[in-house]
């Protein structure tokens, strides 16, 4: 896990339109797994400051969208929005495009770019407010850095991965929601 953590960090760092070598599918789903599991670990200790903020009456998250939905809408509708429909949508726009992207002073650009737009769409989560437009890096950082997970995953493995990472992603969170 180390390995790939180190490999992740040096892709953000410093990009590169590069696949992974390896076809093997079990070598694929091993680093699939890592993946996943540093991508929950990261986003548990990220949540961290997002909880701080709120214990300390910084910034108020109770009107945060998923809320709505799940008030609004049956558990198994949002969980098939959040699991298949969003990854697929959301991998097609921020992901997808990136290996157009071949000049690596291009793709650098591309994926920090995605990645930041990615993130900061998920601000629309919650009721702006200026609290929560200044506190904001602190609240969309959980997903700028799964931006670059998904990335990563793009690139060295492909769309499908990425598409796949994300839907895992959200199914495990929805899941959690659920319980």
């Not at 697929?88 to 000049?103: C, M, Q, S």
């Not at 890096?137 to 991965?161: C, D, E, I, K, N």
């Amino acid at each position: 896990m180390t390995e790939t953590f180190r490999e992740i960090i040096y892709f953000i760092k410093n990009p590169t339109l590069e696949k992974d070598p390896n076809p093997n599918f079990n070598y694929r789903l091993r680093k699939f797994g890592k993946i996943l599991t540093i991508s929950f670990i990261s986003s548990f200790l990220l949540a961290i400051p997002i909880g701080v903020l709120t214990v300390t009456d910084m910034i108020s998250i109770e009107s945060h969208a998923m809320e709505d939905i799940m008030e609004k809408y049956s558990f198994s509708f949002v969980f098939f929005l959040t699991v298949a429909v969003a990854p697929i949508l959301e991998e097609a726009i921020f992901r997808a495009p990136l290996t157009l992207f071949k000049k690596q002073r291009f793709f650098k650009i591309a994926i920090y770019t995605s990645t930041l737009l990615f993130g900061f769409i998920h601000i629309t989560n919650y009721e702006l407010t200026l609290r929560i437009l200044l506190f904001s890096p602190f609240l969309v950082a959980p997903q700028v850095f799964l931006g670059f997970y998904l990335g990563y995953t793009r690139v060295r493995f492909g769309l499908l991965w990425a598409i796949a990472l994300h839907a895992c992603f959200n199914g495990i969170l929805m899941s959690f929601e659920f319980f």
